[in-house]
């Protein structure tokens, strides 16, 4: 009858330590999994930020006044307007308020 209840008691011991082993191990492997996912993560946010840093450099680029104007002379055929092309906006001017009585 001891040597039942000490068998029954070291298998109950070995399964515990089996659990514990398997836990264990599960929770490891966890670990490692959610640390590839964090580098693939971070590689991926440096590829963006270069992307932005990229494409805020060719933002600012075609955005300056030179190329705008080259761009549309160019491509829409556009030109400077004359003198009597331009209509004031201001509240003082005297040639747009003309137009708009």
Not at 40 to 69: F, G, I, K, P, Y
Not at 87 to 97: D, L, P
């Amino acid at each position: 009858m001891k040597s039942s209840r000490f068998l029954g008691l070291w298998a109950v011991a070995i399964l515990a330590c089996a659990a514990a082993f398997i836990g264990h191990l599960a929770i490891r492997f966890e670990t490692v999994r959610l640390g590839y996912d964090v580098g693939h993560a971070r590689r991926e946010q440096r590829q963006l930020l270069e992307q932005r840093r990229l494409l805020s450099v060719e933002a600012a680029t075609l955005r300056q006044v030179d190329r705008v104007e080259l761009t549309a002379r160019r491509d829409l055929g556009m030109r400077m307007p004359t003198e009597d092309e331009v209509v004031g906006m201001g509240k003082n001017n005297s040639h747009a308020r003309g137009r708009l009585r």
